[in-house]
């Protein structure tokens, strides 16, 4: 069993930066989990995936809405991720998830039914 502590979030005006955290607790039964991954879910929308971590090497993913804005880095002795956000922009605005626990390949990362364990979200609100 796996759980996610999220914390950070809050509200920012256009171009602001917020740092997301998210702590990983894991059962000594279950192997750590090769990836973790950021999604967001805005009001009357899918939940849509936003970046992948590789925790053994610190590989990152981003996809084509966040590229070059935000950044995910780990803290492998706190077994912490984060999501550094900088020039935030109304679009970004959502409750953030972080996930842990890939079922399969990374061909699917982006479905959140592929994940089994979730952080229980923070909103991040960028107002125009």
């Known amino acids: 069993q796996v759980q996610l502590v999220q914390s950070g979030g809050g509200s920012v005006q256009t171009g602001g930066s917020l740092r997301l955290s998210c702590v990983r607790t894991?059962?000594?039964?279950?192997?750590?989990?090769?990836?973790m991954a950021w999604f967001r879910q805005a009001p009357g929308k899918e939940r849509e995936a936003v970046a992948r971590?590789?925790?053994?090497?610190?590989?990152?993913y981003y996809v084509d809405a966040v590229k070059g804005r935000f950044t995910v880095s780990q803290d492998k002795a706190n077994d912490t991720m984060y999501l550094e956000m900088k020039d935030l922009k109304s679009e970004d605005t959502a409750i953030y998830y972080c996930?842990?626990?890939?079922?399969?390949?990374?061909?699917?990362?982006?479905?959140?039914?592929?994940?089994?364990?979730w952080g229980q979200g923070t909103q991040v609100t960028v107002s125009s």
């Open positions: 971590l590789g925790t053994a090497r610190g590989y990152t």
């Open positions: 894991v059962s000594t039964n279950n192997p750590l989990s090769t990836y």
């Open positions: 996930a842990a626990g890939l079922i399969g390949g990374l061909e699917a990362w982006d479905r959140q039914e592929r994940w089994n364990y």
